[in-house]
């Protein structure tokens, strides 16, 4: 079966400081990989989703970037964390254009 | 633009009541709906999906949802509600690019 990690749990950061956040699918091949952002209080938002290994598209310009270095990691990153960044980082992943699968997320505290 | 609208941002029932979570989307066809459950800083997990193979749909943990198209719902039920079904509901369609539309969501209380 497919399972999907992210690492780490939960994340306190300094503005200003770099970010790399890390997502992983096990047990398929060549998926679509999405990373989200829940802010407090507010819906999910879309911010990159990549259909293979370096390819990379962006919804929302931003502080952010993402890479996909092997077939199944998914690497969200950021130079210097601004307040903003705060919020729940969930990744998704899918075989096909159907259904897609969300990580347990990462919980990030801007400082 | 298309769309989801969660009717509710806060839902209240007492244990063992049936639970009724209502969702609209807009779309000039039908399209594939899901519904997501999100327990407090976890993921988002599966409920159940619909992709017009039968209007009524049986998820997970006793919950099911009824597409209509005359009305452009997708609400979700379950007949009697459980302490653990407490969490944050979503109702999610998907577009014509694939991408995942949101709505704002749902926060289900259940009361003892």
């Known amino acids: 079966s497919q399972t999907i990690h992210q690492w780490p749990a939960t994340l306190v950061q300094p503005v200003g400081s770099p970010l790399s956040l890390e997502c992983t699918v096990e047990?398929?091949?060549?998926?679509?990989l999405y990373w989200y952002r829940q802010a407090a209080g507010r819906g999910l938002q879309l911010l990159f989703y990549s259909v293979g290994i370096g390819q990379i598209s962006s919804e929302v310009p931003q502080n952010l970037s993402a890479s996909r270095p092997q077939d199944r990691q998914f690497i969200l990153s950021s130079k210097k964390l601004l307040l903003s960044d705060s919020g729940f980082y969930l990744c998704a992943w899918t075989r096909n254009t159907d259904t897609q699968y969300f990580g347990p997320g990462t919980r990030l505290t801007v400082l | 633009a298309q769309s989801v609208t969660q009717l509710d941002s806060h839902v209240s029932v007492s244990e063992g009541t049936p639970v009724l979570l209502r969702c609209n989307y807009s779309s000039s066809y039908s399209p594939s709906l899901f519904w997501y459950v999100q327990h407090p800083n976890k993921g988002l997990q599966l409920l159940l999906k619909y992709t017009s193979a039968a209007t009524l749909v049986k998820g997970i943990n006793g919950f099911e949802a009824e597409f209509k198209k005359s009305e452009t719902s997708f609400h979700l039920t379950k007949p009697s509600a459980h302490m653990s079904d407490a969490a944050e509901y979503f109702c999610v369609r998907m577009d014509s690019s694939y991408k995942l539309i949101f709505g704002s969501g749902t926060r289900l209380l259940v009361r003892p």
């Open positions: 047990g398929t091949s060549n998926p679509n």
